[in-house]
């Protein structure tokens, strides 16, 4: 018998990069401002729809969430062949990777962009490659001088994780006509529902004039479902197909069905939630200019501060007020944006920070 000390796991696992979620809250969530969370409670209509399932905790969910699909095909004007819902947007992230990318073959992405890209890549088997940022964007036309005959799958993080940059129609229309058509554009959109600009475009428009382009949704943000793991993407029919095809069965829940479909049906009052946090992300933002600071302009729910080597000191002051905020070392801190005492509690902070 030979000496082994366990089950053969990958080589490459060691050198996976490890995704670093936003530290638990500490003291009051209110002042939890490092997961880009709604600082709302679940509507009453939500709740409602939630508690309609205790009753059926003993039976699967609906394998095709088919109800869900529906309402998303009415409300986003797409044929409902074209949407695949999933365990959180990072879970259909991970199957649509799978089903274009393997081993030689390359994802190309934004950098610094969503952490989880790296991480997803690499556990494809295929290997990501990282096109630094311009003035904290996305530099597409560096990007579509990086695709070679590898790439399957690029990312566009609209706007972008962490830095709020959004990437405008114009240089999308460019940056699309340069990729080939064999290669999958994903435009991910966590924070659609927070942008304001009218030249960013809507994906789910871009979408339907690219064959080669899906998008990526989620609840877990505007509508304030993170805790239960709730996004789709918008994928023309093979890709969707080969979506579904790598999907965990069952992977949506019951709960998770029903809470996004009656926040689908809630309209204005989820509206104005979203209205409430980007009227505080500007007034943020201008109070931040204010003091001093230089920040590019955010079109999501989060702010980001180029702090360098003084991001892990501006974190530690952060949290003695009790402020809970998401560092990236020796890079920047990521603020989200709260309700308007928190926004206030960081602002007297930023305020109080020597540059
Ligand atoms: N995409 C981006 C850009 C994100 O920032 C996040 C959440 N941090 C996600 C996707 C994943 O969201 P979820 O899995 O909760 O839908």
Not at 16 to 31: K, Q, T, W
Not at 225 to 250: E, I, K, N, S
């Amino acid at each position: 018998m030979s000496m082994v000390s366990g089950p053969r796991l990958r080589v490459d696992l060691s050198t996976l990069p490890r995704y670093i979620p936003g530290r638990a809250a500490v003291g009051d969530p209110e002042y939890k401002l490092s997961s880009n969370e709604l600082p709302y409670e679940p509507l009453p209509s939500v709740r409602e729809a939630v508690r309609a399932e205790l009753g059926q905790f003993h039976r699967y969910p609906d394998p095709g969430s088919t109800e869900l699909v529906a309402a998303l095909a009415e409300r986003l004007r797409v044929p409902g062949e074209h949407i695949v819902p999933g365990t959180g947007s990072v879970a259909v992230t991970h199957h649509l990777v799978r089903a274009v990318a393997g081993e030689g073959d390359e994802v190309l992405f934004a950098w610094r962009s969503f952490e989880a890209y790296p991480l997803i890549t690499w556990a494809a088997g295929a290997t990501p490659v990282q096109v630094p940022l311009a003035a904290e964007g996305h530099d597409l036309d560096a990007m579509a001088d990086a695709v070679t005959g590898r790439t399957r799958l690029i990312f566009v993080c609209n706007p972008n994780n962490p830095t709020g940059t959004p990437v405008r129609r114009a240089e999308l229309d460019r940056f699309l006509d340069r990729v080939p058509r064999d290669v999958l554009v994903v435009l991910d959109e966590a924070y659609r529902e927070f942008v304001r600009d009218p030249e960013v475009p809507d994906g789910i428009e871009v979408h339907l004039r690219h064959p080669h382009v899906a998008v990526l949704r989620t609840f877990s943000k505007a509508y304030g479902l993170a805790r239960l793991r709730v996004g789709y993407a918008v994928a023309h029919p093979p890709v969707a197909a080969a979506l579904r095809a790598c999907a965990v069965p069952f992977g949506v829940s019951g709960p998770a069905q029903a809470a996004a479909l009656a926040s689908l049906r809630a309209g204005s009052e989820l509206d104005e939630r979203v209205e409430r946090i980007v009227r505080e992300r500007e007034r943020v933002g201008g109070e931040l200019r204010a003091q001093g600071w230089q920040l590019p302009h955010s079109e999501a729910n989060f702010v980001w501060l180029r702090l360098g080597r003084r991001t892990a000191a501006f974190t530690a002051v952060c949290e003695d007020a009790g402020l809970m905020v998401r560092p990236y070392p020796d890079e920047g801190v990521r603020i989200t944006i709260g309700t308007p005492a928190a926004n206030d509690r960081f602002l007297k902070v930023a305020g109080a920070w020597q540059h």
